[in-house]
């Protein structure tokens, strides 16, 4: 065959702008390997032009080099790639849902229990925010008998027990515990949740806590949970704890949600949310853009960093992250089950003060904590809100990425 | 998740137009798989070293049976076969084609990473690895090392890989993969490609006839050659001398071989042996000697011992598969045309390859570097028409002489030190056309007769003459008359003097 001439190819851009990556200078020598995130952010930039000939290229050229089991540039180029291609062919909401439908076939106690208590054992992502809420609940419902709390979080009740240990542990009388958990479209079938249920009965049992458990099921969206669902009775003190959970009720019903957690009138409302902001839309696709390929690029590198090289967890999670890369990234509608648009903990917190109070976490809590983060690998820190905030950060490598507070009406 | 991307795949754009150069490359939107599931495609090294070792196997049983009376020494009037070459049975068509077009799509971007500013390295690397994946053995399509567009673009993604690594390829020496190549598996490897393309043969049959058409009555000639390599050149002329009919007697020849000095003169000494005992062989006076360059690589005329009553001839042939090696320098080839001029030269024959034409006259490294990849393309297209021997001769010469030249020419690209044609040099210091006759350019229709008819000869202008493989110029030879000599410089010894700095070696024959 003779090549053709270069004039003859597609029109090329011989000169794509090299945008820098998350908190890199001009010249940062580090921006230069990150290859991946320059491709992508052009094409991000082409598709919110409509540059067609420029999204063929540079789509053409991500598919290409992504891997899905490569490095970490390979693996962000693959799952963002889905992302953009799914956005320019406006195929988003159907995508998700068959990715939705092939992990929920491969979805079972077994697998999600391991790739939870892989992924807590390997890092503090997790475990940061329920020790910390677990300090504050325990702080705040001192001294009561009868106390409910309604978790809402997405970390398969993992944490539970360390709480049920220090109750039966503390030198007064054993309160009894309830413990409602709502559980949304996207965590598993019922029998994940019963098989749940079963082993934190037995659980309490053998700490000798007097124990029930519920569960809540929401049909489809986090904001259409009602007080009436939770069955709450006259004479306990309730505790809400929220770890991923507010970013799953659809942004303009935040307010409202607020709200309804205010009518549980409880004693003490924990907050653990991840460090992004997802919330920007429409005209901003850019810039919403960049800060999802910002903050994944620090969850996949500590992912890398954390797990081994060959490890089925982390795979699993990576796998998780494209359903909501692809959630924030290329669809728009309600229709697809969880939202997944993260808020910073100072928009957090700007939303909570509409409602609640917030509450220091005292210094005993943050020893806990400090204490946890001494049992990882380095590279994880503490740092306390400053200024208009209140609540803590936990930090990876200087940046902070999972954001815990507490709050009392 | 295969299930879910194939899905997406079979989606239209909506919104996208559709009427963009995307279709008429065959890469339709709707073809591509978003994820792809690699799977492990690792580069299977020992089946590569297989491969290595099946083409540095003893050379010799490939070369071909003919009877080439030069290389032989045997005076024969057999001139050397060429087989017709059968054509290669088309494979499936499509698929290789549009692997082709990825490739080069993957060069280009591979280009563009390298050209722009330090932060697309990174890039460059992971396209390179990319491509070192598609091309090689295990990832190519046939058992002889994959389609020729595969194994081009395995030595382009070399050369390219030599820019990032900043290896000893890209600042003109020989890439550290060929210092290994045996010089008789060189050797072989340029009497094969000799054989089975007009290329090189091309070039010496133009400018040999110009020259006996300038020297038709002369009793003595002396040719000074810039770049004699094996002499391949001087053998076919030497049998024109002497067969000449209805004419004067075979002349007395000279000729001056240029060289570098070291291991390249040695080379050069045993070819005027060669040389000397073939013309022995024929019957015709010879005389040969060297004359080295300076420590620039600066041709001094001075250094050239002229006879009174001699025709001189300057012959340059920069054509970069010669076995020898490197090329010279600008400086260097200048200072030869200037001396040619000097030493009052009758005149001047000139071989160089065809440069591309600038495209939309950017000059960029990305242009360049497509215009050789162009170029060697049809370099290949056309090897592949003319071997008809197994993949293995093939495998030798693209693996001895194309893959180092491709490395040097990329080298080039990216430096930026194109070399316009020589030829427009000399017209503009006031150099004279000399027009080809129209034997000369029926003797060129006739050789590429013997080969594949994707040859073309081309007339650009009236001294210089182009061949081309389908639309791509390939290689030029062009005729010149220096202009009068400017007046001597001090260091300049008159002529027909015998110097004192002369390093010469006289193989006198009689």
């Known amino acids: 065959m003779i090549v053709k001439k270069a004039s003859e190819i597609p029109n090329q851009h011989h000169h794509h702008h090299m945008s820098t990556s998350r908190q890199s200078e001009p010249d940062d020598p580090s921006a230069s390997e990150k290859w991946a995130a320059n491709l992508l952010q052009d094409c991000a930039k082409a598709i919110s032009e409509k540059d067609s000939s420029k999204i063929h290229h540079l789509l053409w050229m991500l598919n290409e080099l992504a891997s899905p089991y490569g490095d970490c540039e390979q693996k962000l180029a693959s799952y963002f790639l889905q992302a953009l291609f799914c956005k320019a062919t406006e195929s988003g909401e159907r995508c998700y849902k068959t990715l939705v439908s092939v992990a929920e076939k491969s979805h079972s106690f077994e697998s999600a229990r391991k790739v939870i208590l892989k992924f807590q054992e390997v890092s503090p992502w997790t475990t940061f925010g329920h020790v910390a809420s677990n300090g504050a609940i325990l702080e705040a419902l001192e001294g009561e008998a009868k106390l409910h709390i309604i978790d809402i979080s997405n970390t398969y009740c993992t944490q539970w027990p360390t709480l049920l240990e220090a109750l039966a542990t503390r030198s007064d009388e054993t309160p009894h515990l309830r413990l409602t958990v709502v559980a949304t479209v996207g965590m598993g079938g019922g029998s994940v949740m019963k098989e749940i249920g079963q082993r934190m009965e037995k659980f309490a049992r053998l700490m000798g806590v007097p124990f029930e458990f519920h569960v809540v099921r929401v049909a489809s969206q986090l904001g259409e949970l009602k007080e009436e669902d939770l069955g709450l009775r006259e004479d306990e003190a309730v505790a809400v704890n929220c770890v991923g959970a507010l970013r799953r009720v659809a942004v303009e019903e935040r307010g409202d949600f607020m709200r309804l957690l205010c009518s549980l009138r409880p004693r003490v409302v924990t907050v653990v949310e991840e460090e992004a902001d997802f919330t920007s839309t429409g005209s901003e696709y850019v810039r919403c853009f960049e800060e999802c390929l910002r903050f994944y690029g620090v969850f996949f590198e500590m992912l890398e960093e954390s797990f081994a090289p060959t490890s089925n967890e982390r795979l699993s999670l990576e796998r998780e992250c494209s359903r909501s890369i692809l959630s924030v990234l290329a669809c728009d509608g309600d229709g697809v089950g969880d939202c997944e648009r993260r808020e910073k903990g100072s928009q957090w917190f700007a939303r909570l003060m509409q409602a609640f109070s917030p509450m220091n976490f005292s210094d005993d809590v943050v020893d806990d904590v400090r204490a946890l983060l001494k049992r990882y690998r380095s590279g994880w820190s503490l740092l306390p809100a400053q200024g208009d905030d209140s609540g803590l950060y936990l930090t990876w490598k200087d940046e902070p990425v999972v954001w815990a507070s507490a709050w009392k009406p | 998740m295969a299930v879910a991307m194939e899905e997406a795949a079979d989606l239209e754009i909506s919104g ?380 030798l010469v693209e693996r001895v002489i194309l893959g180092p030249r491709i490395a040097g020419a990329v080298g080039r690209a990216y430096r930026g030190c194109g070399e316009g044609g020589w030829g427009e040099w000399m017209a503009g210091r006031g150099f004279g056309r000399v027009g080809i006759s129209c034997f000369n350019h029926c003797q060129a229709r006739l050789l590429l007769g013997l080969f594949n008819d994707g040859y073309r000869v081309e007339e650009d202008g009236p001294n210089k003459l182009v061949l081309a493989w389908k639309s791509q110029r390939l290689t030029s030879a062009s005729i010149w008359s220096p202009p009068p000599p400017p007046p001597a410089p001090a260091d300049l010894l008159p002529v027909g003097a015998v110097s004192n700095s002369m390093e010469d070696s006289y193989l006198l024959l009689d």
Not at chain 2, 73 to 98: K, L
Not at chain 2, 345 to 359: D, G, H, K, S, Y
Not at chain 2, 364 to 377: A, N
């Open chain 2, 16 to 395: 996208c137009n559709s009427n963009s150069t995307i279709d008429d490359n065959g890469c339709a939107w709707t073809d591509w798989s978003p994820v792809m599931d690699w799977g492990p495609l690792s580069a299977d090294d020992d089946f590569r070293g297989l491969i290595e070792s099946m083409m540095c196997d003893d050379p010799t049983g490939l070369a071909p049976t003919s009877f080439d009376p030069y290389w032989n020494s045997n005076p024969s009037s057999t001139t050397t076969s060429v087989g017709t070459s059968p054509v290669q049975e088309p494979r499936n068509g499509g698929d290789d084609n549009e692997k082709g077009l990825r490739l080069v799509h993957l060069l280009m971007a591979a280009a563009e990473a390298l050209a722009g500013c330090h932060e697309s390295r990174e890039l460059a690397r992971v396209i390179l690895v990319r491509l070192k994946e598609l091309v090689s053995p295990a990832g190519a399509t046939c058992g002889e090392g994959g389609t020729t567009m595969e194994r081009l673009a395995a030595h382009f993604t070399d050369a390219l890989q030599g820019l990032l690594d900043g290896s000893s390829a890209a600042v003109g020496g020989q890439p550290a993969s060929h210092r290994d190549d045996l010089p008789c598996d060189v050797l072989a490897a340029f009497q094969l490609l000799q054989d089975m393309s007009p290329y090189v043969k091309f070039g010496h049959f133009t400018a040999n006839q110009a020259i006996l058409e300038a020297v038709a009555v002369d009793r003595r000639v002396h040719i000074v050659d810039y770049d004699i390599a094996e002499g391949v050149q001087w053998a076919s002329l030497m049998q024109a001398l002497v067969s000449r009919k209805d004419g004067p007697p075979p002349p007395h020849m000279r000729i001056t071989a240029v060289t570098r000095g070291g291991g390249g003169a040695r080379a050069v000494q045993e070819t005027g042996r060669r040389l000397a005992a073939f013309a022995a062989s024929l019957g015709l006076p010879f005389t040969f000697g060297q004359c080295r360059l300076d420590a620039d690589e600066r041709f001094r005329p001075g250094g050239v011992k002229v006879v009174k009553g001699e025709a001189v001839v300057a012959n340059c042939v920069l054509q970069p598969l010669n076995a020898a090696g490197t090329r010279r320098g600008p400086g260097s080839v200048a200072s030869f045309l200037s001396g040619a001029a000097t030493l009052g030269a009758r005149v001047v024959a000139l071989v160089e390859e065809e440069e591309q034409e600038e495209e939309e006259g950017e000059g960029d490294f990305v242009g360049r570097f497509m215009g050789e990849l162009h170029r060697y393309s049809a370099l290949w297209d056309s090897l592949e028409a003319g071997f008809p021997i197994q993949g293995r001769a093939r495998g």
